[in-house]
C-alpha cells in the first residue's frame, strides 16, 4: 500500500516559535506538495518540490520555507508561527506532476 | 491566482438519488480535471479524473462530465449511499492543481 506519512496528527505551539512539518513517502514520486486546508477555502498550494533540493513557490509561500535533502522527505518550516497559521497542513506525493497525488492524513496545527 | 470555482457548499440527498456537484475554471490552459473524497480524519483521495478531449468519463457510479467551450465540469453520483457521505474537491490544472472550495456531501438513509 502506497504510503505518505505525516510525523503528528496534531500539534500546538506559541506564537514566535519555528515549527518544523515533517512528510515522509515511500512511493519514491518525484514530486511532493504542501497544501493548507480551512473550513471555507478548500485546499491552497503553499510549496511543492519536483527534485531533490528543488523547491517552487505555489499560491501561499508567505510565512513558509520547506526543504527537501532527501527524495523520500518533504519538510515544511514555519519560520516565526503566527495564530493566522492555524491550520490544517496536508502533504502530497505524485510521480506524474498533477496526476493521482496521494496525500497523508494531515497535520492540525494549532498556533496559540 | 487562478481560480476554481465549486458548488454548493453543501448538500443533502436522499438514499438512492443523485448527487451533482458543479465546478467551473478560468484558465483554458488547464488540462487535467480531477475529482477528490475526503473522509473525516483522513486526506483526500483521487475520486476520478477527466482530460479535456473527452466529454464524459464513468467509473462505477461515478461520473465527471466536461463541457470545455463553459469551462465546466460536474461530479454525478448515481444511487448515493449514505457511505458516500464526505467531503468533495474538485481541481484543474497542468502542472500543478488547484482546488475548489469544497462541497460536503450528506446522504440521508
Known amino acids: 500500500d502506497v504510503k505518505v506519512t505525516q510525523s503528528s ?15 515522509v513517502q515511500d512511493m519514491d514520486h518525484e514530486n511532493m506538495f504542501w497544501y493548507r ?11 511543492f518540490s519536483y527534485d531533490v533540493k528543488m ?18 522527505r518533504f519538510s515544511l518550516i514555519l519560520e516565526s ?14 510521480e506524474q506532476f498533477v496526476e493521482k497525488l496521494f496525500f497523508g492524513s494531515g497535520t492540525q496545527l494549532s498556533v496559540l | 491566482q487562478q481560480q476554481v470555482k465549486q458548488s454548493p457548499q453543501s448538500l443533502i440527498v436522499q438514499k438512492g438519488g443523485i448527487s451533482i456537484i458543479n465546478c467551473a475554471y478560468e484558465n483554458t490552459a488547464f488540462d487535467y480535471f480531477p475529482w477528490y473524497q475526503q473522509f473525516p480524519g483522513k486526506g483526500p483521495a483521487l475520486l476520478i ?47 500543478t492543481l ?6 460536503m456531501l450528506l446522504v440521508s438513509p
Open chain 2, 98 to 103: 488547484t482546488f475548489g472550495k469544497g462541497t
Open chain 2, 49 to 95: 479524473a477527466i482530460r479535456p478531449d473527452v466529454s464524459e468519463k464513468k467509473e462505477g457510479r461515478f461520473t465527471i462530465s466536461f463541457n470545455k467551450s463553459a469551462k465546466q465540469f460536474s461530479l454525478h453520483i448515481m444511487d448515493s449511499q449514505p457511505g458516500d457521505s464526505a467531503t468533495y474537491f474538485c481541481a484543474a490544472g497542468y502542472s
Open chain 1, 9 to 23: 496528527r496534531y500539534l500546538v505551539k506559541r506564537t514566535g516559535e519555528k515549527v518544523f512539518l515533517e512528510c
Open chain 1, 81 to 94: 508561527a503566527s495564530t493566522n497559521q492555524t491550520s490544517m497542513y496536508l502533504c502530497a506525493s505524485s
Open chain 1, 55 to 72: 523547491k517552487e513557490k505555489g499560491d501561499i509561500p508567505e510565512g513558509y520555507s520547506v526543504s527537501r535533502e532527501k527524495k523520500e
Open chain 1, 37 to 47: 486546508q480551512d473550513p471555507g477555502l478548500g485546499l491552497r498550494l503553499i510549496y
